[in-house]
C-alpha cells in the first residue's frame, strides 16, 4: 500500500509518500520561516496561503522525484489537528478532494500521535509501552504509550511549551525564528555561564511543566543587559540547560516510576542536539529513541506514517466533508 501524507497544520507544508513494504520512499518540507520571521511568530492567514500555493507545486515534485504516479497511491493521509485552523483547512480541502478525485480513501491524522510515533520511521527496534516525551512548539507532553491508542497522558505544561519559551527567549536576544536552533547555535559558542536560571518543577512530585517562568525571569535579565555576543551565548547556554535538565529528569522518572524500558523524545525541541547527546549520557538502563534528525521537525513522513499504522480503522472516509480540530483530540 503507498500512503500519500500531507501535513499543513502550522508553516510547514510537508509531503511524504511511505510504502508499506518498502519504507518511506521519499518527503519533501517547504518551510515559511523566511516569511514568518520578521513577525517573531507564524502569521496564520500568510502561513494558509503559502500552503495554497505549495502543495500542488510540492505534490508534482514528490511524484516525480520519486518516478510515482498519483494513481499508485492507494491512502491519503492528512493532519486534521491540533494547529492553526486556516492552515489545516487548506491541507484537509486538499487531500480530501484529491482523495475524491483519485477514488480512494483518506485518514485524519492527529499531529501529535504523529510526532510520538515518528521514530518508528527509522528504528525497528522500538517496541511498545513506551514514555513519550513529545515537545514541540505548540506542545509539552509525557504520556504513557501502552499500545497504539492505548495513551495515558501523566504530565503536561501548565502554561508555555518547551519549543514556545525557545522561540520567545530567543526574539528577546535578538535571535532569528525559529529560536531553538539559534539558541544553541548561541550556547555553542561556550561552555560556561555566569547566569543560573530556575529548573522550574524540576523537584516536584508530578509530570506536569511550567516554562512561563523561567521565561520571565530571562526575559527580565536580557531587558537589563547591554547585550553583546557573549552575554547572548551565556544567556542561551544556561537557559538551554535549564530546559533540557527538566526534560530529562521528569522523563526519567517517569520511565523508571512506571517500569518502562522504552522512551521516546519526538517533536521539533528533539532536534536539539545538547537534548540527544545528553539524554545519552543519563539513560542509564533506559533506552531513548529519537526521530531520524528529518522528521524532527514538522514533516508530511510522519503523518504518512501514522496514516498506515491507523489505517486498518474503519474511520477511514471517502466523503468531502472536512472537519479540521485546532486543538487535540489526544489531550
Ligand atoms: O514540532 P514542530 O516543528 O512544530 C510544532 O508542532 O509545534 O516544533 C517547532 C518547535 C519550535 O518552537 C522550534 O524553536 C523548536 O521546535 N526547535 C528546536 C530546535 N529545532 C526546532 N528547539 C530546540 N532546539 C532545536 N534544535
Ligand atoms: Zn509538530
Redesign the pocket.
Given at each position: 500500500m503507498i500512503v500519500l501524507g500531507i501535513e499543513s497544520s502550522?508553516d510547514?507544508t510537508g509531503l511524504a509518500l511511505f510504502d508499506s513494504e518498502k519504507g518511506m520512499i521519499g518527503h519533501i518540507v517547504n518551510s515559511q520561516h523566511d516569511i514568518h520571521g520578521k513577525y517573531g511568530g507564524v502569521v496564520p492567514e500568510l502561513a494558509s496561503r503559502d500552503h495554497v500555493l505549495k502543495l500542488v507545486p510540492l505534490l508534482d515534485q514528490l511524484l516525480s522525484q520519486n518516478k510515482i504516479s498519483l494513481h499508485n497511491i492507494n491512502l491519503i493521509a492528512f493532519t486534521n489537528g491540533p494547529g492553526l485552523l486556516g492552515p489545516l483547512l487548506t491541507g484537509a480541502s486538499f487531500a480530501k478532494s484529491l482523495a475524491w478525485s483519485l477514488k480512494i480513501k483518506s485518514i485524519e491524522v492527529d499531529?501529535l500521535e504523529a510526532?510520538i510515533f515518528s521514530p518508528m520511521i527509522t528504528e525497528k527496534n522500538l517496541n511498545l509501552p513506551f514514555i513519550s516525551l513529545l515537545v514541540?512548539?505548540?506542545h509539552t507532553i509525557l504520556t504513557l504509550v501502552k499500545a497504539n491508542s492505548d495513551y495515558k497522558v501523566l504530565g503536561k505544561t501548565l502554561d508555555d511549551s518547551a519549543?514556545?519559551v525557545?522561540?520567545k527567549v530567543a526574539r528577546h536576544l535578538g535571535l532569528a525564528y525559529?529560536?531553538?536552533?539559534e539558541?544553541?547555535k548561541a550556547a555553542a559558542n561556550t561552555n560556561k555561564s555566569s547566569y543560573k536560571f530556575p529548573r522550574p518543577m524540576i523537584k516536584t512530585n508530578c509530570y506536569n511543566f511550567s516554562f512561563s517562568g523561567l521565561k520571565t525571569n530571562v526575559t527580565q535579565l536580557i531587558n537589563k543587559l547591554e547585550l553583546n555576543d557573549l552575554i547572548i551565548s551565556e544567556i542561551a547556554y544556561d537557559f538551554e540547560n535549564s530546559i533540557i535538565d527538566v526534560l530529562i529528569t521528569k522523563t526519567l522518572k517517569a520511565a523508571r516510576e512506571y517500569n518502562i524500558e522504552n522512551i521516546v523524545i519526538a517533536?521539533?525541541?528533539s532536534?536539539?542536539?545538547k537534548l540527544r547527546m545528553r539524554c545519552n549520557l543519563e539513560k542509564g538502563e533506559k533506552k531513548i529513541f529519537f526521530p531520524d534528525m528529518a522528521y524532527s521537525?514538522?514533516n508530511g513522513a510522519m503523518i504518512a506514517y501514522i496514516g498506515w499504522l491507523k489505517s486498518s480503522k474503519k474511520t477511514k472516509d471517502i466523503s468531502l466533508e472536512i472537519n479540521p480540530n485546532p486543538s487535540s483530540r489526544f489531550v
Open positions: 502550522c510547514e499531529h510526532h514541540s512548539g505548540g519549543g514556545e525557545f522561540d525559529p529560536g531553538g536552533p539558541i544553541s517533536g521539533g525541541v532536534a536539539n542536539q521537525t514538522d
